[in-house]
């Protein structure tokens, strides 16, 4: 129905990941609309798989920005959906840790890298020697586990920071 308000076939939906990450959102959103008192595994499923089609629909936006309801220049879209892919998986890792979702923390995890190496090569890949790239891609993925792992130590059993 929103897709043929805007002209475009209702088969088409594929085309325009923005909706279907509408809906990813919609389905990780499930938990907290319907509880599942006789099937309790279905709630972390939920969440999986919004997460994950949410971050695929990011992150095709984030690298080709043409399937885009937004009157953005294509760059000017990427651009938005890299910020995006990296704001909405830092919040999902929050989400993930304060809530004790695993899954949810590592898939998020997951994308937070990939759209944190995306913003680098855009950033740096044409200037900047192959080897010194991947260098300090190199270094920056040391200092982050360095990080991560003075958090871990910092969090206690419970998920509180001491």
Same mark, same amino acid.
């Given at each position: 129905?929103? *897709?043929? $308000? +805007?002209?475009?076939? /209702?088969?088409?939906?594929? $085309? ?15 938990? +907290?609309? &319907? $509880?599942?008192?006789?099937? @309790?595994?279905?709630?972390? %499923? ?9 971050? &695929?629909?990011?992150? @095709?936006? !984030?690298?080709?920005?043409?399937? #885009? ?16 892919? =990296? =704001? *909405? @998986?830092?919040?999902? &890792? ?12 590592? *898939? #998020?995890? *997951?994308?937070? %890298?990939? +759209? =944190? ?6 950033? /740096?890949?044409? /200037? ?10 190199? !270094? ?13 130590? $910092? &969090? ?5 920071? =001491?």
């Amino acid at each position: 129905m929103v *897709t043929a $308000q +805007f002209g475009y076939r /209702w088969l088409d939906f594929g $085309q325009r990941p923005e909706l279907v990450a509408l809906l990813a959102l919609l389905i990780f959103c499930t938990r +907290f609309a &319907i $509880q599942h008192r006789n099937h @309790s595994d279905f709630p972390p %499923v939920y969440r999986l798989a919004g997460a994950i089609v949410f971050f &695929i629909c990011v992150l @095709s936006l !984030a690298e080709w920005g043409i399937p #885009s309801y937004l009157p953005f220049t294509p760059k000017n879209i990427e651009r938005l959906y890299e910020f995006v892919g =990296l =704001l *909405t @998986s830092a919040g999902a &890792i929050w989400m993930g840790i304060a809530h004790h979702w695993n899954g949810v923390v590592n *898939t #998020s995890a *997951t994308a937070f %890298v990939m +759209f =944190l190496y995306m913003r680098l090569y855009h950033w /740096w890949w044409e /200037w900047m020697p192959r080897y010194l790239f991947f260098a300090a891609i190199g !270094a920056l993925g040391i200092v982050l586990v360095l990080a991560f792992k003075r958090i871990r130590l $910092q &969090i206690s059993d419970d998920g509180a920071l =001491l």
